[in-house]
């Protein structure tokens, strides 16, 4: 691995500084993921797919290709997954949320729970994780959308799928202690839309 933990979550830290207020905007944008994927018609789950690539796109460009570059060589791929499933999301992604409990946990604790792990993991706020902001929980809350919604592509499965393979492996190496956070929502996620399909 080419950095630490430390280097890492520095990272984060800075972006986060680097972009404040934002971070406000990204929680409206969270509750409006939340509230127009619930709607369930086709106008509403079709803003939700836009308002969520959007954040992709945001993500790919503010963090892969503005900071996560400067310590990993691989984060310009990153940034052209990530800008890659941002326009899929906008050109062919439906969010037609069912009434399923444990999807509906899973995307609210991928909204407000991933930056508490920051506080637990005894880390500054400043370098809390956000849904909009950094990759984990944007992908944590793409897949719980993704296991909530009626009909999806699925081309929309691959680059969340991956990244949840890629940062778990990237924190595990680095001894994080909840690395297995979004493995695991990933295959809670998959076995919603397995479970919904039969």
């Not at 929980?137 to 296991?147: D, F, G, Q, R, Y």
């Not at 949840?164 to 929502?185: K, N």
């Amino acid at each position: 691995l080419m950095f630490s933990a430390r280097t890492y979550y520095r990272l984060i830290e800075l972006c986060n500084l680097a972009i404040w207020p934002l971070h406000l905007l990204a929680v409206a944008m969270g509750m409006a993921l939340v509230i127009l994927a619930r709607r369930g018609d086709e106008r509403s789950g079709r803003m939700a797919a836009v308002v969520l690539g959007v954040c992709w796109l945001w993500v790919a460009w503010a963090f892969h290709a503005e900071h996560y570059a400067t310590i990993n060589s691989a984060a310009l791929y990153f940034a052209a997954a990530f800008a890659l499933q941002g326009l899929l999301l906008i050109f062919i992604g439906r969010l037609h949320a069912t009434n399923d409990r444990l999807s509906l946990g899973l995307l609210l604790v991928a909204l407000f729970g991933y930056p508490l792990l920051a506080l637990i993991s005894g880390r500054p706020w400043q370098q809390a994780e956000m849904f909009g902001i950094a990759p984990d929980p944007t992908v944590a809350v793409t897949l719980a959308l993704l296991a909530l919604s009626h009909r999806t592509h699925w081309a929309l499965w691959a680059v969340p799928l991956m990244w949840s393979a890629i940062s778990g492996a990237t924190l595990w190496t680095m001894d994080v202690a909840y690395a297995w956070v979004l493995p695991l929502t990933s295959m809670l996620a998959l076995t919603q839309l397995i479970l919904r399909r039969r």
